[in-house]
């Protein structure tokens, strides 16, 4: 029976199976796992500042499922504490979000991961339900989402509007395909993007790539690995590494995770080494 927990501090060992669950691979989690400690860590000091974590579990089984990408695993090995953990929903008052927006008196949705066993069973909507009515006591909910845009070029759809859109949320800004969905209770003012600025601090003279990352996700230390593996094609291009954990540096930027080129923005969101080098040889820098 599928029932949702808010986690103490004490339960953080919720996380890592969730962020980097068995469909991850051992590749993936041995790249991810220092970022791993710097997100509980993360976690634990923001959770001093309304950082919330709601978790959908299970009883274990005595049975094998198959798990996409992992193939056929006991149900029961997946349980911590004694439960399995088959989604995320991770919320935190907006001011402290890592994300390039503006806003005040909402509840920000940082991120929502379904395990893929459980896709299409009813826990999404546990979660969001659940995080809907947390929300009243703010004023208002929000959450940044993407119009049909991939997870790291996979077939997964990443924080999709239309899923949030059937709960009630409404389009209050938009950049492209990234777009900020809020649902008012009581009369609050929706959230914005922060405009980019690129300003001369990345006008280097030689060819920068600028990786602008955080730790509120491990996935960011992945895309950082995996691009400068593949810069080391272009022998004229120097990486500079952004840490946006401050919130005043998204603030400065108007960037939380994406890449720049000297003073050329190429993504606002995490991103594939494939799709960088593609931008980059648009640019015939070679």
């Known amino acids: 029976m599928l029932e949702v927990k808010k986690l103490t501090q004490d339960e953080l060992n919720y996380i890592p199976a969730l962020c980097l669950d068995p469909s991850v691979g051992k590749e993936g989690k041995g790249i991810m796992a220092k970022a791993m400690d710097r997100r509980i860590e993360w976690i634990t000091e923001m959770m001093n500042k309304g950082l919330e974590l709601f978790v959908a579990l299970e009883n274990p089984r005595d049975e ?167 810069i080391k094609l272009y022998q004229n291009i120097d990486i500079n590494v952004i840490s946006t954990t401050e919130k005043r540096l998204i603030e400065k930027f108007g960037i939380s995770r994406g890449v720049t080129l000297n003073n050329r923005l190429l993504f606002k969101r995490m991103i594939t080494w494939d799709q960088v080098k593609k931008e980059i040889d648009k640019l015939k820098l070679t």
Not at 146 to 168: H, L, Q, V
Not at 187 to 203: A, D, I, Q, R
């Open 64 to 230: 094998i499922i198959n798990y996409k990408w992992a193939g056929k695993i006991k149900h029961s090995d997946l349980a911590i504490n004694g439960k399995v953990p088959m989604g995320l929903l991770e919320c935190i008052p907006i001011e402290h979000a890592l994300e390039p927006i503006v806003g005040k008196d909402s509840l920000f949705i940082n991120c929502m991961w379904i395990l893929p066993p459980y896709w299409g069973k009813g826990v999404a909507k546990a979660l969001i339900t659940t995080f809907i009515e947390r929300a009243r006591q703010f004023g208002s909910a929000s959450v940044l989402s993407y119009d049909s845009e991939s997870w790291f070029d996979t077939s997964i759809e990443f924080m999709p509007m239309n899923f949030f859109k059937k709960y009630g949320f409404i389009e209050t800004d938009r950049e492209g395909k990234r777009v900020l969905l809020f649902i008012d209770f009581k009369g609050n003012s929706p959230p914005k993007f922060l405009p980019v600025n690129l300003n001369n601090e990345l006008n280097s003279q030689e060819l920068t790539l600028n990786i602008f990352c955080n730790d509120q996700c491990p996935w960011s230390t992945y895309m950082v690995k995996k691009i400068r593996e593949g």
